[in-house]
């Protein structure tokens, strides 16, 4: 029988400030904790463990999903509502040499403030905007879900507008403030991402929020729904602005791209790309920009099939906020609130940004001295 409680668990997750919670036969739990796996000082988890926590936490649906394929997804909030003590978690349930595992991802109860997650000052004209489509992208755990929460509750705190967003699973959850909020979750509330979204139209919605935009027929929903008068947010895996683009584009049929690239012209307000740092200078994470504001310059690029000139047009749109992810990592690491070696890892041109921190006569090594010492 297992003496492993869940809740105890979560309770050092949320203490910890931990960003995840792994589970699984063979290892102590495992927290990740500003980048690093550390384990708990607590015995190594055995199938009959893992089996108990998982069923602990998991709705019946997901559990069915775990048996069918293999693997399952949801979310679920925990504790009493004291921010202190409360967090939601979105949960992976998965099936590993024949046993279960687990990774919870904690989502803090706490929406961050617009203003003091450093985006570049034109963002919140650019949200305020009646239709179009923005695009915050970036690998997983880069906080692009952090991101759209602040938008949303900015939106929500000062705009009367129906937002609806359509997630998988809901992580942030959203009050009626200024606005109504409408949140469908993936499987409770609705089918498919693209099944959701035609749908949406028909809601009087004036925001539409797209968790993620995976496939085709959801990719061409929300152009659509961009081009006929609506703001439509959404996210991409990917890590440039230019690339962005080029991902959009080849998700359709080559006889289809021509017309694709004329409607994102005109459809594209902006694109955000982040990645997510530990700080050098203090405990806890940062984030890195690239952004990308559609001028009729940038417009006209897309619309020519020329986004390898995106980049130059990013650099010399200073004044729209714009900024390439290397510029923007480079200002961390110079001012002393990220690493070297991180700031190269999430580089788009690693080779030059380390020639530039040799040209000041500084050096790149500190992770070999770290796992040296440990």
Same mark, same amino acid.
């Given at each position: 029988?297992?003496?492993?409680r869940?809740?105890?668990?979560?309770?050092?997750?949320? &203490?910890?400030? /931990?960003?995840d919670?792994?589970?699984?036969?063979?290892?102590?739990?495992?927290v990740?904790?500003?980048?690093?796996?550390?384990?708990?000082?607590?015995?190594?988890? *055995?199938?009959?463990?893992?089996m108990?926590?998982?069923?602990?936490?998991?709705?019946?649906?997901?559990?069915?999903?775990?048996?069918?394929?293999?693997?399952?997804?949801?979310? #679920?909030?925990y504790?009493?509502?004291?921010p202190?003590?409360?967090?939601?978690?979105?949960?992976?349930?998965?099936?590993?040499?024949?046993?279960?595992?687990l990774?919870?991802?904690?989502?803090?109860?706490?929406l961050?403030?617009?203003?003091?997650?450093?985006?570049p000052?034109?963002?919140?004209d650019?949200?305020?905007?009646?239709?179009?489509? #923005? $695009?915050?992208?970036?690998?997983?755990?880069?906080?692009?879900?952090?991101? =759209?929460? &602040?938008?949303?509750?900015?939106?929500?705190?000062?705009?009367?507008?129906?937002?609806?967003?359509?997630?998988?699973?809901? *992580?942030?959850?959203h009050?009626?403030?200024?606005?109504?909020?409408?949140?469908?979750?993936?499987?409770?509330?609705?089918?498919?991402?693209?099944?959701?979204l035609?749908?949406?139209?028909?809601q009087?919605?004036?925001?539409?929020?797209?968790?993620?935009?995976?496939?085709?027929?959801?990719? *061409?929903? %929300?152009? !659509?729904? /961009?081009?006929? +008068?609506?703001?439509?947010f959404?996210t991409?895996?990917?890590?440039s602005? &230019?690339?962005?683009?080029?991902?959009?584009i080849?998700?359709?049929?080559?006889?289809q791209?021509q017309?694709?690239?004329?409607?994102?012209? !005109?459809? $594209?307000?902006a694109?955000l790309?982040?990645?997510l $740092?530990?700080?050098?200078?203090?405990?806890?994470?940062?984030a %890195?920009?690239? #952004?990308?504001?559609?001028?009729?310059?940038i417009?006209?690029?897309?619309?020519?099939?020329?986004?390898?000139?995106?980049?130059?047009?990013?650099?010399?749109?200073?004044?729209?906020?714009?900024?390439?992810?290397?510029?923007?990592?480079?200002? =961390?690491y110079?001012? +002393?609130?990220?690493?070297?070696?991180?700031?190269?890892?999430?580089?788009?041109?690693p *080779?030059?940004?380390?020639?530039?921190v040799?040209?000041?006569?500084?050096?790149?090594?500190?992770?070999?001295?770290?796992?040296?010492a440990?």
């Amino acid at each position: 029988m297992s003496t492993m409680r869940i809740d105890r668990l979560l309770d050092t997750v949320i &203490s910890q400030e /931990a960003s995840d919670l792994h589970l699984t036969v063979g290892k102590p739990p495992t927290v990740r904790m500003s980048g690093k796996l550390i384990e708990l000082k607590t015995k190594a988890l *055995e199938p009959d463990d893992t089996m108990a926590l998982m069923k602990a936490i998991s709705p019946e649906r997901a559990q069915n999903e775990l048996q069918e394929t293999g693997s399952g997804d949801f979310g #679920f909030a925990y504790g009493d509502g004291d921010p202190k003590k409360s967090a939601r978690f979105r949960v992976a349930i998965f099936k590993q040499r024949g046993c279960v595992a687990l990774v919870l991802r904690r989502i803090p109860t706490m929406l961050l403030d617009i203003d003091k997650i450093g985006l570049p000052a034109i963002v919140k004209d650019l949200i305020r905007r009646p239709r179009g489509l #923005f $695009l915050v992208t970036g690998p997983t755990g880069s906080g692009k879900t952090t991101t =759209l929460a &602040s938008m949303i509750d900015y939106i929500n705190t000062n705009l009367d507008r129906h937002i609806i967003t359509v997630e998988d699973p809901i *992580e942030y959850t959203h009050e009626h403030k200024k606005s109504i909020v409408n949140q469908r979750e993936i499987h409770v509330d609705a089918p498919s991402f693209s099944e959701s979204l035609r749908r949406a139209l028909r809601q009087d919605p004036d925001i539409i929020l797209v968790g993620e935009m995976r496939d085709l027929e959801t990719i *061409e929903n %929300a152009i !659509t729904a /961009a081009e006929t +008068g609506h703001l439509v947010f959404g996210t991409l895996h990917t890590n440039s602005a &230019s690339g962005t683009i080029n991902r959009l584009i080849d998700a359709f049929p080559t006889n289809q791209q021509q017309q694709v690239r004329a409607q994102l012209s !005109t459809a $594209l307000i902006a694109v955000l790309c982040q990645q997510l $740092l530990k700080r050098a200078d203090v405990k806890g994470m940062c984030a %890195a920009y690239e #952004f990308m504001v559609v001028t009729p310059a940038i417009a006209n690029l897309i619309r020519e099939a020329q986004s390898y000139k995106i980049d130059s047009a990013i650099q010399t749109g200073k004044k729209f906020g714009m900024k390439l992810l290397d510029d923007y990592l480079w200002e =961390l690491y110079d001012a +002393g609130k990220i690493h070297a070696e991180d700031m190269i890892d999430r580089a788009r041109n690693p *080779e030059a940004l380390t020639e530039k921190v040799h040209r000041t006569g500084r050096k790149v090594g500190r992770q070999e001295l770290d796992e040296s010492a440990t």
